[in-house]
């Protein structure tokens, strides 16, 4: 996706779809640009954000694919068809390939904001694609982010490709005979325990803008992740003393044990659900004027502190919770090695990490996180 022409978009979203040619033994692109899609499928209608486009040789003929409409509730894929990779490119008549923007919003399990395709032929012949989406929680909000979704593409009687026309619904499961699946997915229902065992993160494990290899060390002490208590936040545009992964389920239960001795009232540490900059919940464990504590704040434009509860001065083994239902999140807290559990707070809303309440497209993360700031 490039920019409108001469550079003067006619209205927001206004984008192209252009060719240029790539000399692979210098690395370079070489010669003029050449618009193939102007605006979209239909211009007169005003479209926008053309983008991420794919384009393949089947049969003979050169298909154009890409997203179309936004990356919203509105994102679709639509596809072009040539006899030249310089075309000129007829979009199909039946487009878009793929969309739900028009479902009824109120449908069971919907999955919105579908897009972004890409589309392969397997080994036994027939055609799969892979594509972005959402799945909102009751349609109301999600906190995963766009993920990848699979299913079959069929073919046209005049030659198009396409995952889904008129109605039907984008499948939430979707089998294929003979696929078997794994011991160790990281799809659909799962439980899975980290050790810290491995002298590196696994790749499931994020930091922000950074390795922050100089804040964390999985070889201090073998078993544990050790952090520092860095002078910087995950409010900041920095890389902070974070350790996460991503939450891949609206219900889900998430738990660590935490050893940590705060040596002053600035040392914070526990679990954070980190949306963006300004929308987290951070579980934290602190000495404060009144002694030592575990406290849930809510940190935005202003941070706000939800709940807070004193523990014993010599408490340095915490066990903390947390259980979301989708909508809303509890948190639990144990000092005495997960044998009692307390409440922190509960009815916690879920939809303050949301893209609804947030905007961005990306989903939110459980970090284990220290900082001093």
């Known amino acids: 996706n490039d920019e409108a022409p001469n550079f003067k978009a006619e209205y927001d979203g206004h984008r192209t779809i252009r060719i240029q040619e790539f000399d692979w033994k210098n690395d370079k692109t070489v010669g ?40 919203s509730v509105n994102h679709s894929e639509v596809i072009f068809r040539s006899d030249s990779p310089w075309g000129p490119f007829k979009a199909w008549k039946n ?32 055609w799969w694609g892979v594509f972005l989406a959402c799945r909102p929680i009751n ?73 922050a290899t100089e804040l964390y060390s999985l070889t201090e002490t073998p078993g544990y992740l050790t952090l520092k208590c860095a002078s910087k936040s995950a409010k900041e545009r920095c890389v902070p003393a974070f350790v996460s992964r991503r939450m891949q389920h609206h219900e ?48 935005g434009k202003e941070d706000k502190v939800l709940a807070t509860n004193p523990v014993e001065s010599d408490a340095t083994c915490f066990d903390m919770k947390v259980v979301s239902d989708g909508l809303t999140y509890k948190f639990y807290y144990s000092t005495d090695g997960g ?16 893209t609804t309440t947030a905007g961005g497209f990306t989903g939110s993360t459980i970090a284990l996180y220290a900082t001093r700031k």
């Open 32 to 71: 003029p640009r050449k618009i193939l899609v102007n605006k979209g499928v239909h211009p007169e209608e005003k479209p926008i954000w053309i983008e991420g486009p794919h384009m393949y040789k089947i049969n003979g003929k050169y298909y154009l694919m890409d997203a179309e409409g936004g990356t």
């Open 339 to 354: 044998k009692d559990w307390a409440i922190l707070c509960e009815g916690v809303d879920a939809s303050y990490l949301s």
């Open 252 to 299: 889900f239960e998430c738990s660590t044990r935490m050893y940590f001795n705060p040596q002053s009232v600035e040392e914070k540490a526990g679990l954070l659900l980190f949306k963006d900059e300004s929308h987290q919940y951070f579980m934290a464990v602190n000495e404060s004027e009144n002694g030592r504590a575990i406290s849930l704040l809510q940190i």
């Open 95 to 126: 487009n878009p390939i793929l969309t739900q923007r028009h479902l009824n919003p109120n449908r069971p399990y919907p999955i919105t904001c579908a897009g972004h395709a890409d589309i392969i032929q397997t080994q036994e012949g027939d």
């Open 139 to 211: 349609n109301q909000f999600e906190n995963l982010g766009r993920e990848t979704f699979l299913m079959p593409v069929k073919w046209s009687e005049d030659g198009f490709p396409y995952f889904t026309q008129g109605d039907e619904v984008i499948p939430m499961i979707h089998s294929r005979k003979g696929v078997v699946r794994g011991s160790d997915v990281t799809f659909g229902n799962f439980t899975v325990e980290e050790e810290f065992n491995d002298s590196i993160l696994g790749m499931q494990w994020m930091t922000l803008r950074g390795p």
